[in-house]
Structure formats: C-alpha cells, structure tokens
C-alpha cells in the first residue's frame, strides 16, 4: 500500500501543492491511504478524491489572507488579543472563509467512489485526545476546518456531543506517520512544509499569536523528528516490517503560518515541485 502523509503548516501548506503536482503529474503517482493534519488534511481530502488541478486552483485564486479569514471585530494588530479578551472573543480570528471554501470544494460522494483510504486529524480540547477521523465520517467537511483550527487564532469546533472543542490535529501529530504506518502502508511518501531542523527567525516576539505559532512549531518539529527517526531505526530490525520512506520537505522556511500572500504560496508551489523532483 502506497500512502501520502502531509503535515500542517497553514499558508506553507503552498509546498505540498507544488510537490504533488510533480508527484502526480510528472511522476504519474496513485496514492492509495492519504493521512492529513491541519492544512495537511484539506489538501489530502483534494486529493484522494481525485481533485489535483481543482487543489491547485484553490491555491492560486487565494488574493490575500482574508480568502482564508478575517480579523473579529475588537481586535487592534498592536495590542494583540487584550483588546478580544476584555470584549469576551474566543480567538483572534473567523476562518469562516476557509469554512467556505471546505464546504465547496470537498465532495464527499467522490471521496466515496475513489476508493482511497482519507484519515483526517483533530484534537479535542475537552479530553485532550487525537482523533483519526475516517474520510466516511458524516461531520467530515467540519472536522477538516477543525484540524486547520489553530488554538487562539481560531475558535474551537463543536461536532458532537463525542467531539468537543475541536482543534488543530497538529497540536499533537503534526505528521500523522505513524498512522500510515498502524493501517499497512508499506510505501510512504511525506511531505512537511517546514525543514526537519528549525530555522532561526527574528529575535524579538511581541505579537501573541506570533509566539503562540513559534511555541507550536517548535514543540511539534520534535514530534515529527522523532515519528521519522523511529521509522527509520525500525527499518534495521529484522522483526520490523521494512517501510520504503521517502521525505519531501523544503530546505529553507516557506514564508509564515497565516501568510496567505499569492506570490508566497507560488513561490512556495514553485519550491515544492522543484523538491520533490
């Protein structure tokens, strides 16, 4: 089984759209299991329902961040969420937007038909869990903008009365490999938005949501480096099945978390293709 794992990342999410065009055109690749998180999981729902060149026109017709979200109503750039609190907001932002573009653009009954496996992650802020919601999953249009739903930026998502708070998947499996690995992939192709080493950014952190992304960036590069250092230790055990790994990932950072700039995400779709050939 042949299965593409793709990470979060927001707007750099841009570098897994340019690498997939190379993957799926140029290279004529079919993925049969596609795991996602945040960014990762509406980019993965396009594809395993077959949707390459529709993924790639969502992308190119974004003008500027408020195709994504919009900034509530209170909230002033230099004071930050003080502002938000006070008037009682429960994030920064509405991605409504993105809301949106999920609902138009992710069809359910093509994801049924292609008979690929979808696993889409979310975490629950009531019990703290990971969930690895299945691409049948009747909610899934909703668990797709919950996985991309970071914590502060965005207000949580109530699915259910089992699926409370819903959030970002990458607050806990920024690259959901292991998840590949448990339903029988024995063929991976992962694709990270960031490099496997942290780049130094600026030094100075004064925007709440600005260090908010750098604190969840920095403790989730761990996790992925351990879930690929574990991969590939297990690949040298003789009682281990050997996994044909195969790491997509930019070399230098591919803009910023919520920069949905048009020459960025082309840029970084240009990065993306160049990496993955």
């Known amino acids: 089984m042949r299965a593409l794992v793709l990470s979060g990342g927001g707007a750099k999410g841009s570098f897994q759209v340019g690498a997939l065009d190379y993957l799926i055109n140029k290279k004529g690749l079919n993925f049969d299991l596609v795991c996602g998180v945040s960014v990762g999981a509406l980019n993965g729902a396009l594809i395993a329902q077959g949707d390459?060149?529709?993924?790639?026109?969502?992308?190119?017709?974004?003008?500027?961040?408020?195709?994504?979200?919009?900034?509530?109503?209170?909230?002033?750039?230099?004071?930050?969420p003080a502002l938000g609190a006070l008037l009682g907001k429960d994030s920064l932002y509405d991605n409504s937007p993105l809301g949106k573009l999920i609902d138009e653009y992710v069809d359910l009954d093509k994801l049924n038909r292609s008979g690929r496996i979808l696993r889409v992650g979310t975490v629950s802020l009531y019990d703290g869990r990971y969930y690895s919601i299945p691409g049948t999953h009747s909610d899934?249009?909703?668990?797709?903008?919950?996985?991309?739903?970071?914590?502060?930026?965005?207000?949580?998502?109530?699915?259910?009365?089992?699926l409370m708070s819903?959030?970002?998947?990458?607050?806990?499996?920024?690259?959901?490999?292991?998840?590949?690995?448990?339903?029988?992939?024995?063929?991976?192709?992962?694709?990270?938005?960031?490099?496997?080493?942290?780049?130094?950014?600026?030094?100075?952190?004064?925007?709440?949501?600005?260090?908010?992304?750098?604190?969840?960036?920095?403790?989730?590069?761990?996790?992925?480096?351990?879930d690929i250092k574990v991969c590939l230790r297990n690949n040298n055990r003789p009682d281990k099945k050997f996994i044909d790994l195969k790491i997509i990932r930019p070399k230098k950072p591919v803009g910023d978390t919520l920069a949905f700039n048009p020459t960025l995400i082309r840029e970084g779709m240009r990065l993306g293709f160049e990496a993955a050939e």
């Open 140 to 162: 899934l249009k909703k668990l797709i903008l919950a996985s991309a739903t970071i914590p502060i930026a965005f207000s949580p998502i109530n699915i259910s009365r089992d």
């Open 166 to 226: 819903m959030v970002d998947g990458g607050v806990r499996n920024i690259t959901p490999l292991r998840e590949a690995i448990d339903l029988g992939a024995e063929e991976i192709y992962v694709i990270l938005c960031s490099p496997l080493e942290l780049q130094k950014t600026k030094s100075d952190y004064k925007n709440s949501i600005e260090i908010a992304l750098r604190t969840l960036e920095i403790l989730t590069n761990e996790i992925y480096n351990n």
């Open 52 to 80: 390459l060149e529709k993924l790639k026109s969502i992308w190119l017709n974004i003008k500027s961040r408020r195709d994504i979200f919009r900034k509530r109503w209170g909230f002033i750039p230099r004071v930050g």
